[in-house]
């Protein structure tokens, strides 16, 4: 074993930025890190994966070199340096496991062979006139002596672009097992962190006996590969965190590529029976099991392991920094596993439970609904003692605004009002799954039929809002849907109690398993990837969280509105009194609800009038804090502060005032500022309105109502999981019939289409079929 220090000069300390644009990785925090923690136990879950501060990178061969196995992958080994470099200037000591040092050789050494045989060619025949060369089997010994020193070379050109130094430490299977060297090895490793230096790790390769087969000694692992490598020096410099990148996603249940197989998120010591083994990858003599069997004996070290793929072009750029961030990337090695499902679980189960509760009759999903009506009136005092607990808890921890406390507060006003809108809910999902649309007769004896059927798994995620559960558990219910259910941390004690009641109802028809709370410590992020087992994403909350889950739902539908951007146009024949009662009704019933009023438009005819003196004073007694519109403050001479933007939704107490000449002028700046979820026109002049409620493009467009009627419960949906501003499939109050798709049935008698082509016996007919009211399939 040697340990050869890096040529790097000490370049000035600076802060980390892309080197030229070559590599691109997303953000990452660039703060000191300095969290301190005792080794000897490793992390339970993948969140406290922040606090790791020593880490090993573990490079397969895959990972490094290139598809034709001559050479190094220089954009992935450089988009990999790169988040090391993050890593160690934040602080934390970062060490690199490497392999690459065979396949550099077999390159150099191949190039060295077709020159020497060139030339001699040519100097044999006497012309340039080359005859077909072949290439030897070249020895894996040869090649790593040939290759150790280029990879070294490009490692430390790559990371002096980061103002980091590295050194090489080449070692064997003897390092480890002769004391002397061992305690040498771990020494010079300390002293290179100490000067915060990345070293960077291998087998030496050149003169590395084979491996032999089942030699580990009791309670040590032997060095077969770098897997056994990695393992075994992560829990001989007492890493905290072991990343092992490989070909593969992570370790799945069956080879990665069969039917049915599953990536397995987090993996506990014990199951590894329940784990079918494929074949290693293209190069390097480790395997998966290889990986799995170094994997738990670090674990049992006390490192925690991740495994995950090095390889993926979309994510390779940030694949470390991922998971140091506790992201759910690979998979994740766990001594402690948790009381309850994983969420990978809880889907499945809801699904399974989700079919039966779509075959149940519609007269049995109204009596589950009725039953958690009667529920929620009769545990309220229950209800309404685990929510003081949320609200105390909420406003003593002073992270939450005044709107987001009021989110969160039930009462129970609002149980009874969740009470009757359940049971109206009720008696309408009778008429919600197996309902016939359309009927065709194709030919004779053909018959088509498009019926409505449940989506299949909703996933609702919803900040404060405790009332959202049962709403949205009884549509789902009522549709016929399984359903996923994250709320947020603040009100977690009036959402257990909810849901409890929620499956105390399935019972009655046993199908508790359909609606699932989700208490595990899963990121939104992470659940949005669920694309394989969820079909519907529908977020509740503020408009920073549902612009969240629509940039991470890639490959899932998103229902909802990113902003609730509401206004109410006075129109110049407006009444004064319903202009004042709509107005204060709009912003003032609740300024926190997405419904409620952000802008006022303002007829220019009206300023200066009794109408507006009299909005203006309304809304001043009503303590709305009022923000000035550019053309509004124009003619002012003291005017309120000017808005920052006209397209604010505010949430509370607060309002834009903004001036426009015309009801078309209006049209054009909701069009323009507005968020297509509700807008208000007060007016006496019919044409006007009328005019008004054909333009405006939004999902729900009002003339001399308030805004707040904009509600599932208020249309008499009976509940409603939130308001679409999407222009397909639901959009507005999204109550019973937003939860439905359909399917098509065909029935026949061995009707082929060959028998209807022109040589056919038979022609189509497309007769429609009238269908009563109330058919079911």
């Not at 049209?667 to 026109?681: Q, W």
């Not at 044409?687 to 008499?716: H, I």
């Amino acid at each position: 074993m040697f340990a050869r220090l890096a040529l790097c000069s000490r370049l000035p300390s600076r802060n980390w930025q892309s080197n030229g644009g070559r590599v691109s990785i997303r953000t990452f925090s660039q703060a000191k890190f300095s969290l301190p923690r005792p080794h000897g136990k490793s992390f339970a879950h993948r969140s406290e994966l922040k606090q790791a501060k020593r880490i090993v990178v573990k490079l397969g061969s895959a990972v490094v070199t290139r598809g034709d196995e001559c050479g190094l992958a220089l954009g992935r080994l450089a988009s990999i340096v790169e988040q090391v470099a993050v890593l160690q200037n934040q602080g934390r000591e970062m060490m690199i496991v490497t392999s690459g040092a065979v396949a550099f050789g077999k390159q150099r050494l191949r190039h060295e062979i077709l020159l020497s045989q060139s030339v001699r060619q040519a100097l044999h025949s006497g012309q340039n006139q080359l005859k077909e060369m072949s290439i030897p089997v070249l020895e894996a010994r040869a090649c790593a002596a040939a290759g150790q020193s280029g990879l070294m070379a490009l490692y430390e050109a790559m990371f002096t672009q980061y103002s980091i130094c590295t050194a090489q430490i080449l070692v064997t299977n003897l390092d480890f097992h002769d004391e002397q060297k061992r305690r040498n090895l771990n020494s010079t490793l300390h002293e290179l962190l100490r000067m915060n230096i990345v070293p960077i790790i291998n087998t030496n390769d050149a003169v590395v006996p084979p491996p032999v087969p089942n030699s580990d000694l009791q309670g040590v692992i032997s060095i077969k590969d770098n897997d056994s490598l990695a393992a075994r020096l992560a829990v001989e410099m007492k890493a905290d965190l072991l990343i092992a990148l490989s070909d593969v996603e992570g370790l799945y249940d069956s080879p990665p590529g069969t039917d049915d197989a599953k990536l397995i998120d987090i993996f506990y010591p014990g199951d590894q029976q329940s784990i079918t083994y494929g074949t290693k990858s293209r190069v390097g003599i480790g395997g998966m099991e290889a990986k799995v069997k170094a994997a738990l004996w670090a674990l049992q070290g006390g490192t925690s392991v991740v495994i995950a793929n090095g390889t993926h072009p979309k994510v390779t750029g940030h694949v470390i920094t991922d998971i140091v961030e506790g992201k759910k990337v690979g998979t994740f090695f766990s001594e402690v596993k948790p009381a309850g499902p994983t969420v990978e679980q809880q889907t499945e189960m809801a699904r399974h439970a989700g079919r039966a509760l779509a075959s149940l009759l519609p007269e049995e999903r109204g009596e589950i609904i009725c039953c958690l009506s009667e529920l929620l009136t009769e545990k309220k005092d229950e209800i309404l003692s685990a929510n003081r607990r949320d609200m105390e808890l909420a406003t003593a921890s002073g992270r939450f605004s005044q709107a987001l406390i009021d989110r969160l507060s039930l009462s129970t006003a609002k149980l009874n009002s969740l009470a009757i809108g359940l049971r109206q809910l009720a008696v309408s999902s009778r008429d919600s799954v197996g309902r016939v649309l359309r009927r065709t007769r194709v030919a004779n004896n053909l018959e088509l039929e498009q019926i409505t059927v449940p989506i299949g798994v909703l996933l609702v995620i919803f900040e404060s809002r405790p009332d959202c559960l049962p709403q949205v558990s009884a549509l789902a219910i009522a549709s016929g849907n399984a359903l996923l259910l994250k709320g947020g941390k603040e009100a977690a004690h009036t959402n257990k109690i909810l849901h409890q009641l929620t499956q105390e109802a399935l019972s009655i028809h046993g199908v508790t398993d359909a609606i699932q709370l989700v208490s595990t410590r899963e990121e939104v992020e992470d659940l949005c990837r669920l694309d394989k087992m969820i079909d519907l994403i529908i977020p509740r909350g503020s408009s920073q969280l549902v612009r969240e889950i629509q940039r991470a739902a890639k490959g899932i539908p998103v229902l909802g509105h990113s902003e609730g951007v509401c206004h109410v146009y006075i129109d110049q024949d407006a009444s004064i009194d319903k202009a004042i009662d709509i107005v204060k009704d709009s912003k003032c019933d609740y300024p926190a609800a997405c419904n409620a009023m952000e802008t006022l438009l303002i007829h220019r005819d009206l300023l200066r009038t009794p109408i507006f003196d009299q909005i203006i004073d309304m809304l001043r007694t009503e303590h709305v804090r009022i923000h000035a519109g550019p053309r509004f403050a124009s003619y002012l001479t003291f005017s309120p502060s000017e808005v920052k933007s006209l397209r604010t939704e505010y949430g509370d107490l607060e309002c834009c005032i903004e001036v426009v000449d015309s009801m078309q002028d209006a049209v054009d700046h909701i069009h323009k500022y507005g968020s297509s979820h509700t807008d208000v026109i007060v007016t006496e002049n019919e044409e006007t309105a009328e005019q008004f409620l054909q333009q405006v493009d939004s999902a729900c467009v009002f003339w001399n109502s308030s805004s707040r009627f904009a509600d599932g419960y208020r249309f008499g949906l009976g509940a409603e999981v939130g308001i679409s501003t999407a222009r397909i499939h639901a959009r507005g109050p999204v109550g019973l019939e937003g939860l439905l798709t359909t399917k098509w049935i065909l029935r026949g008698e061995g009707h082929t289409v060959a028998d209807f082509s022109e040589q056919g016996s038979m022609k189509y007919l497309h007769e429609n079929i009238p269908v009563p009211q109330g058919s079911f399939s």
